[in-house]
């Protein structure tokens, strides 16, 4: 294991560990078959140290994207600790033997780049776009992140300033909401909370936490540049030859998907009863196959027997690991048959043309979009397990991991599956309705 502070520490993880497996396609989809398809290809590796790697062409600009992402998050606090995940991302932040307190940003703002850091529920990014000239220094910075952080009391109270200083993430479903959709208690808190319990840690505390739940094991790294990905290969390893071998840990983020007839119903104050709420798989093709069903459903034409006054509306909460879909029903005295009948409408066949319009317009932005290196980077970053684990490096097509490939295959609504059946929602009631 990687030392604290140059101290080892014993080998435990702060998460319990998905069996080995590959993460399902989205439900109603045809299984893809990489073989078959074209287009440009990307490299993915796995180092003998445990961490992934992603190498992805973009010869659009002469810029490099370098992501590091990390599969913990907020939803992984200690329930006496909540925003622990959140403190301990930022301190990373403050070096270790190699880089000072912001030295990290600092080398990659003075070589004319940008860099931020992304913590979501389950997962953490730390992304850099640099031009093509300073990929080096970038890779090397991710190199060493995650190594030996410098802990002391001084610069723990200065990432505590920085945390309480991060805005809360604007989600559509209530915190609560979410957890119970997903069956996940830990998205229950808001995550961004620096409760006085976090400011009495001690150093050796933070360097153990750090260690448990920062590895590069738990790690992919992403790049993308107009470099062909092979040119990489060597660079990359030498970077982490280092680091002792290790086996890659998995973490299973699939949802509790609910099956049944009718959504269960959940009091929560300030509830009308006309939003229902959907957890989406923990991968691109189920959140690219719940956006072109949200799409329709928006455009979708009112039956003759719905109220005249009554409004669908469909919204994604979108996340890597986390997404939910979320469905609004105005103006209608019976909210869950109006959904119904629209949602059997689209599973009999009768909007195909619909769909098939809504998935062309989604590949079409699909491909737009790739066209940034920084943008292809957080894409990758959706992606699920690698079919293995052992090291080695594996040329796959882009199109299998960047969503393109689900995306060209037709959509019919009876595609949907039951994961987005109404029975697999959560209601959101008022605290006095039935349930």
């Given amino acids: 294991d990687e030392p604290v502070n140059g101290e080892p520490v014993a080998d435990e993880s702060a998460e319990p560990d998905a069996e080995p497996g590959t993460v399902p396609p989205a439900a109603g989809l ?60 930022y301190h990373l932040l403050q070096g270790n033997r190699e880089l000072i307190p912001g030295g990290a940003a600092a080398l990659v703002h003075d070589r004319g780049g940008i860099t931020s850091i992304t913590v979501g529920p389950a997962q953490v990014r730390f992304e850099s776009l640099v031009p093509i000239s300073a990929l080096p220094d970038a890779l090397w910075i991710e190199s060493q992140r995650l190594r030996a952080p410098t802990v002391s009391e001084a610069l723990w109270t200065n990432t505590l300033r920085w945390a309480r200083a991060d805005k809360s993430i604007r989600w559509q479903v209530p915190r609560a909401a979410a957890a119970a959709a997903h069956g996940v208690p830990g998205l229950a ?9 976090l400011g009495q840690m001690l150093p050796r505390a933070i360097g153990q936490a750090l260690a448990e739940r920062f590895r590069y094991a738990h ?9 062909p990905p092979a040119e990489l290969h060597d660079t990359i390893a030498e970077l982490f030859a280092e680091l002792p071998a290790v086996d890659r840990r998995r973490r299973d983020r699939t949802p509790r998907f609910r099956t049944g007839s009718v959504p269960q119903a959940l009091p929560l104050a300030g509830e009308s009863g006309s939003r229902f709420v959907w957890p989406l798989g923990p991968d691109l093709p189920s959140i690219d196959q719940a956006s072109v069903l949200c799409r329709a459903l928006n455009r979708q034409r009112r039956h003759p027997v719905e109220p005249s006054r009554v409004r669908v509306r469909c919204e994604l909460d979108v996340d890597p690991r986390r997404s939910s ?5 105005t ?105």
């Fill in 331 to 435: 103006s209608a005295d019976d909210p869950v048959a109006v959904l119904r009948g629209r949602i059997e409408r689209l599973q009999r066949g009768e909007e195909d043309a619909l769909v098939e319009s809504q998935r062309e317009i989604e590949l079409r932005d699909r491909i737009q979009q790739l066209r940034s290196a920084l943008v292809m980077a957080r894409y990758l970053a959706f992606t699920g397990p690698r079919p293995d684990d052992e090291p080695g490096w594996r040329t796959r097509p882009a199109a299998a991991l960047t969503g393109v490939a689900e995306l060209s295959v037709p959509h019919t609504g009876r595609a949907f599956g039951p994961r987005l059946e109404l029975g697999a929602a959560i209601h959101l009631v008022p605290p006095e309705a039935p349930q």
């Fill in 189 to 197: 808190h808001d995550g961004r909370e620096v409760p006085a319990e």
């Fill in 219 to 227: 790690a992919t790294l992403v790049v993308v540049s107009p470099h």
């Fill in 30 to 89: 045809p299984v893809i078959d990489e073989s078959t398809l074209g287009g440009p290809t990307l490299d993915d590796g796995v180092l003998p140290c445990g961490l992934r790697v992603l190498v992805a062409r973009d010869t659009t600009l002469p810029v490099a994207a370098v992501m590091l992402v990390v599969e913990t998050g907020t939803e992984d606090d200690p329930p006496s600790q909540p925003g622990l995940v959140h403190a301990l991302a």
């Fill in 325 to 329: 879909m979320i469905v609004q029903v």
